[in-house]
C-alpha cells in the first residue's frame, strides 16, 4: 500500500470549464498529461482548487472516474467531494468518489464536525464513515480552509493514525512548529504528511514531509518536483526562496489567473471560466504579473535546476 502514495509533488487539480459553464473533459485530459509531464507524483482531484463545492454529486463522481481514466496508471490519483452537512450524506459522496477507482479517498476535516465542536464529535462521525466504507479503500485527511479551517490537532492525528485506514494529510497549518509535532505522532505509520505550503515546504521536507501538495502545482509544478527531490541540496534554499515568494500570487485571482497561466503560458486548451469567481476580474495587471512570474520562472530553472 505504501507504494501506491509516493513522496513528491501532488497537485490540486483545477476543473476546466466550456463556454458555458460545464466540465470540459477535454481540456481536463490536457490538464492531467501536462501535470504528468512536469513530472508530478500524484494528483489530487476534487478539491477546493477543483471548485467541489460548486460540482454536483454527478460531476465530482465523473471528474474523479475521468481523471482516473486519463492518468492510466501513470500517476496515482486522490479525490474528496464530500460536500454535505449531514454525516450520512457525506457517506453517501464518500462511497460514490470510492467506485470511481481513485486511489484513495480524502475526507475534509471540517465535513465531520462543526466549527463550534470539539475533537470528541469529530471523531464519532469519523468512526461512522470507517464503518460505512470498504475497510480496503485507502482513506486520507484534507485540511480544507472552507467553508472554515479545522486543524488536525496531534491526538486526533494519532487516533486516526492508529486506526491504519489513513496514509495521505494534506496539511494547511502554514505553521513548523505544528508540523513538526504531526510528523511526530505520525511516524512509523502509514499516514504521510504533505505540506501545502511553500514558505515551510523545505523545512518541512527536512523533517520527514513526504512532499507537496497544493495551489502553485497549477503554475510552475517543475520546480516542486525538483525541490522535493533535491531538497538535502545547498541550493534547494535558493529554489525555496523563490517558490516562497512567487506563492504569493496566490493570493492575487485564483484559480482564474492559475486558468491564464495554463492558457496563456503554457498554451493549454482552457478557458478562464469559473464557478467562484468571475473571469472579467482578472485585470490586465494580474494578467501581467502572471506572465512575469513565468519569466522569473524559466531563469530560476536556467540558473539553478539546469
Not at 45 to 64: G, I, N, P, T
Request: hydrophobic letters at 35%; charged letters at 30%.
Amino acid at each position: 500500500m505504501e507504494n501506491r502514495f509516493p513522496g513528491g509533488s501532488w497537485p490540486v487539480m483545477l476543473t476546466p470549464f466550456t463556454e458555458d459553464n460545464k466540465i470540459d473533459y477535454d481540456g481536463l485530459k490536457e490538464l492531467v498529461d501536462w501535470y504528468i509531464k512536469n513530472g508530478v507524483s500524484g494528483m489530487f482531484a476534487v478539491c477546493q482548487s477543483s471548485e467541489m463545492f460548486y460540482l454536483s454529486l454527478e460531476e465530482r463522481v465523473k471528474y474523479a472516474a475521468k481523471t482516473v481514466e486519463f492518468a492510466a496508471g501513470r500517476v496515482p490519483v486522490i479525490a474528496s467531494g464530500h460536500v454535505s452537512d449531514k454525516i450520512e450524506d457525506q457517506i453517501t459522496e464518500l462511497n460514490e468518489i470510492a467506485k470511481t477507482g481513485v486511489d484513495a479517498v480524502i475526507l475534509i476535516t471540517n465535513r465531520l464536525a462543526k466549527e463550534d465542536e470539539d475533537d470528541s464529535v469529530w471523531i464519532e462521525n469519523c468512526k461512522k464513515i470507517l464503518e460505512n466504507m470498504d475497510p480496503n479503500v485507502p482513506l486520507g485527511f484534507y485540511e480544507c480552509p472552507y467553508p472554515y479551517k479545522r486543524l488536525l490537532t496531534p491526538e486526533t492525528i494519532s487516533w486516526c493514525a492508529s486506526t491504519g485506514r489513513f496514509y495521505f494529510l494534506k496539511d494547511t497549518c502554514c505553521d513548523i512548529a505544528q508540523i513538526r509535532k504531526k510528523l511526530e505522532v505520525i511516524e512509523g505509520s502509514n499516514l504521510k504528511l504533505y505540506n501545502a505550503n511553500t514558505t515551510t515546504l523545505l523545512e518541512s521536507m527536512r523533517e520527514g514531509a513526504a512532499g507537496f501538495c497544493g495551489v502553485m502545482d497549477n503554475f510552475h509544478p517543475q520546480l516542486y518536483t525538483w525541490l522535493c527531490e533535491h531538497y538535502k541540496e545547498e541550493k534547494a534554499k535558493e529554489v525555496s526562496d523563490f517558490l516562497t515568494i512567487a506563492s504569493l500570487i496566490e493570493r492575487q485571482y485564483y484559480p482564474v489567473n492559475a486558468k491564464y497561466h495554463l492558457s496563456e503560458v503554457e498554451g493549454l486548451h482552457v478557458t478562464l471560466n469559473s464557478r467562484t469567481k468571475d473571469k472579467s476580474g482578472l485585470t490586465e495587471t494580474f494578467k501581467e504579473e502572471v506572465r512575469d512570474l513565468n519569466e522569473l520562472t524559466k531563469r530560476v530553472e536556467q540558473k539553478i535546476v539546469r
